[in-house]
T-cell receptor, first 112, second 117 residues
Framework: QKEVEQDPGPLSVPEGAIVSLNCTYS??????FMWYRQYSRKGPELLMY????GNKEDGRFTAQVDKSSKYISLFIRDSQPSDSATYLC????????????FGKGTRLSVIA | KAGVTQTPRYLIKTRGQQVTLSCSPI?????VSWYQQTPGQGLQFLFE???????NKGNFPGRFSGRQFSNSRSEMNVSTLELGDSALYLC????????????????FGPGTRLTVT
């Protein structure tokens, strides 16, 4: 079993829809959780970062962490065609400068 | 502020050859990490350097190596290339004070697309 599992999609939604992206993980030591967005032929860029459990909102984006279920989510409200990209979840342990562990990414297409 | 730069952007090599990729971090960032991204395995951690020292290493064979210079620029080298080494190689830099990440954010470069034929 991989440490981080993420449905690769592709996921196709109409413009304006609410998008839900999810990851599950197996290592209970993970404490920092991130969502990255990667456009084609570009490097990933950080969208959201949360520590431990709870919700965090930033504009149209909401990140949720449920450590009891080892499950994290990213919600995108009022999705736009410009949101079409691959979304990667990433996480790391709370010890020193341990490396990030990434999900494989979910490819999202928002259709106008 | 200039972002992370990687050179070259695209590279085609033949099996058995070696290759060196370069990464210039954001000014002031002293931690540089390298990742390999493939459709099958996703983003996988290769190694991380801080102050010219390798601090973390992923599960890759010894053919993959790297180094960091005193100006924080980093290079990674892959020797005896195999077809399976075809991938996007990403470099990411982080702000680290006294060896500890300050904000845990990694800023990624655009990557080097390596094709091995």
């Amino acid at each position: 079993q991989k440490e981080v599992e993420q449905d690769p999609g592709p996921l196709s939604v109409p413009e304006g829809a609410i998008v839900s992206l999810n990851c599950t993980y197996s290592n209970s030591a993970f404490q920092y959780f991130m969502w990255y967005r990667q456009y084609s032929r570009k490097g990933p860029e950080l969208l959201m970062y949360t520590y431990s459990s709870g919700n965090k909102e930033d504009g149209r984006f909401t990140a949720q962490v449920d450590k009891s279920s080892k499950y994290i989510s990213l919600f995108i409200r009022d999705s736009q065609p410009s949101d079409s990209a691959t979304y990667l979840c990433a996480m790391r342990r709370n010890s020193g400068n341990t490396p990030l562990v990434f999900g494989k990414g979910t490819r999202l297409s928002v259709i106008a | 502020k200039a972002g992370v730069t990687q050179t070259p952007r695209y590279l085609i090599k033949t099996r058995g050859q070696q290759v060196t990729l370069s990464c210039s971090p954001i000014s002031g960032h002293r931690s540089v990490s390298w990742y390999q991204q493939t459709p099958g395995q996703g983003l996988q951690f290769l190694f991380e350097y801080f102050s010219e020292t390798q601090r973390n290493k992923g599960n890759f064979p010894g053919r993959f190596s790297g180094r960091q210079f005193s100006n924080s620029r980093s290079e990674m080298n892959v020797s005896t290339l195999e077809l399976g080494d075809s991938a996007l190689y990403l470099c990411a830099s982080s702000l680290a004070v006294s060896g500890v990440w300050v904000d845990y954010e990694q800023y990624f470069g655009p990557g080097t697309r390596l094709t091995v034929t």
